[in-house]
């Protein structure tokens, strides 16, 4: 017979083993030892993206083909939400290129959010999740919504893992995946691992500007990239590969209005960032419309006529928001270019069915 300190010896030694092997927690249904399933994913990195991605995965995060697979259901299913009704998906439709094409995005009730949906694309290479930067990680942001009011509306985070639980397809793809049943951090993992999968590029930008090929765009379209690089400051902000910086600007948006969104001064409480948001990236841009934190433009054109007239004046814009004084034709030009930043890879088809 085993005494306690004995046994306490057991239990020290298998949970310092390495790997996925662990006791079941107390949320879990108890389980014999058990080892993950574990396939590597391979990402399929399109032409024109950093393919040197182990510094954008979490190492407490692997990617498996098994854990995407589950996020992806996660993210489809609209029962994580408190009355059924609204999934990841309701506000990142993949045929949108994953936004939802209205200003705001709605919630349960019919409720509207205080900002327009940003694309989940490329995500994998960001920092800082959300317009204002709040959520540090993509495990973090898909927390985000699902106890959000506006959003997906569970009271709280116990409730949303019990609602799982109750579904025995759940629990049994969470035991596959985790050793446990569902758990608020293995929601996150899961649906975090499945956007880190959504990527764009291969556009006919890349194929011109990095692949040599002439034909790839059109004249306009290189006029554009000229605007785009000199004229038009715009690698300023949208620079590198994935065409963002990453960084949070004031372009006066909201300062023409009664009270401002004051963006990631909300998070770092600091003078210098009042006013600033994430600057997106620009791939499949012309397919995510409408545009800026509160979807006020409609169109490109819109846009780029905002930032030619220099944003709006206000105390804290940014010092690289400057009137252009383009011509109409480096205007349409420069339009032409960004839609030549439409690309391939993020097409994703959702589930058939969800676990039972």
Same mark, same amino acid.
């Given at each position: 017979?085993?005494n306690?300190?004995t046994?306490?010896?057991?239990?020290?030694a298998v949970?310092?083993?390495?790997?996925e092997?662990r006791i079941?927690t107390a949320?879990a249904e108890?389980?014999?030892?058990?080892t993950?399933?574990s396939?590597p994913?391979?990402?399929?990195?399109?032409?024109?993206?950093?393919d040197?991605?182990?510094q954008?995965?979490?190492?407490?995060?692997p990617?498996?083909?098994?854990?995407?697979?589950?996020?992806?259901?996660l993210?489809f299913?609209?029962?994580?939400?408190r009355?059924?009704?609204?999934?990841?998906a309701?506000?990142?439709?993949?045929?949108?290129?994953?936004?939802?094409?209205?200003?705001l995005?709605m919630g349960?009730?019919?409720?509207?959010?205080?900002?327009?949906s940003?694309?989940?694309?490329?995500?994998l290479?960001g920092r800082?999740q959300l317009?204002?930067?709040?959520?540090?990680t993509l495990?973090?942001?898909?927390?985000? $919504?699902?106890t959000?009011?506006?959003?997906m /509306?569970?009271? +709280? @985070?116990?409730? =949303?893992v #019990?609602k799982?639980n109750a579904?025995k397809?759940?629990?049994e793809r969470?035991?596959?995946?985790?050793?446990?049943?569902a758990?608020m951090?293995?929601?996150?993992?899961?649906?975090?691992?499945?956007?880190?999968?959504?990527?764009?590029?291969?556009? $006919?930008?890349?194929r011109?500007?990095m692949g /040599?090929?002439d +034909? @790839?765009i059109? =004249?306009? #379209?290189k006029r554009?990239?000229?605007?785009?690089?000199?004229?038009?400051?715009?690698?300023?902000?949208?620079?590198?590969?994935?065409?963002?910086?990453e960084?949070?600007h004031?372009?006066?948006?909201?300062?023409?209005?009664n009270?401002?969104d004051?963006?990631r001064?909300?998070v770092e409480?600091?003078?210098?960032?009042?006013?600033?948001f994430k600057?997106?990236t620009l791939?499949?841009?012309?397919?995510?419309?409408?545009?800026?934190?509160?979807?006020?433009?409609?169109?490109?054109?819109?846009?780029?006529e905002?930032y030619?007239?220099?944003?709006i004046t206000n105390p804290h814009l940014?010092?690289?928001?400057?009137?252009l004084?383009?011509?109409?034709?480096e205007?349409?030009d420069?339009?032409?270019?960004?839609?030549?930043l439409?690309?391939?890879?993020?097409?994703?088809?959702?589930?058939?069915?969800?676990?039972?």
């Amino acid at each position: 017979m085993l005494n306690r300190l004995t046994l306490g010896c057991i239990l020290a030694a298998v949970l310092s083993l390495p790997g996925e092997t662990r006791i079941p927690t107390a949320s879990a249904e108890p389980l014999a030892a058990c080892t993950a399933v574990s396939t590597p994913y391979q990402l399929k990195i399109p032409f024109g993206l950093e393919d040197d991605v182990k510094q954008y995965l979490p190492a407490d995060n692997p990617l498996t083909v098994e854990k995407v697979e589950l996020g992806k259901l996660l993210f489809f299913d609209s029962r994580l939400s408190r009355d059924n009704t609204i999934s990841c998906a309701s506000c990142h439709k993949p045929e949108l290129a994953w936004t939802d094409g209205t200003k705001l995005s709605m919630g349960i009730g019919n409720q509207l959010s205080s900002r327009n949906s940003m694309t989940v694309i490329n995500r994998l290479y960001g920092r800082a999740q959300l317009w204002h930067g709040k959520m540090a990680t993509l495990e973090d942001q898909a927390k985000n $919504p699902l106890t959000k009011a506006v959003r997906m /509306g569970m009271p +709280t @985070a116990d409730e =949303e893992v #019990a609602k799982l639980n109750a579904i025995k397809g759940y629990r049994e793809r969470f035991q596959k995946v985790f050793c446990t049943n569902a758990t608020m951090d293995g929601i996150a993992k899961a649906i975090a691992a499945f956007e880190r999968t959504i990527l764009s590029g291969n556009s $006919p930008a890349d194929r011109f500007d990095m692949g /040599g090929e002439d +034909t @790839a765009i059109s =004249e306009s #379209a290189k006029r554009g990239l000229a605007v785009f690089q000199g004229k038009g400051r715009c690698t300023r902000c949208h620079s590198g590969f994935n065409f963002s910086d990453e960084e949070f600007h004031n372009l006066g948006i909201d300062w023409d209005r009664n009270s401002a969104d004051l963006g990631r001064y909300s998070v770092e409480r600091h003078p210098g960032t009042v006013g600033g948001f994430k600057t997106p990236t620009l791939r499949e841009i012309a397919r995510t419309a409408p545009y800026m934190h509160d979807g006020r433009f409609a169109t490109l054109e819109e846009v780029v006529e905002f930032y030619d007239q220099g944003g709006i004046t206000n105390p804290h814009l940014s010092n690289l928001i400057i009137p252009l004084r383009l011509t109409a034709q480096e205007k349409k030009d420069l339009v032409e270019y960004m839609r030549a930043l439409n690309g391939d890879g993020w097409q994703v088809a959702g589930p058939t069915e969800f676990p039972q």
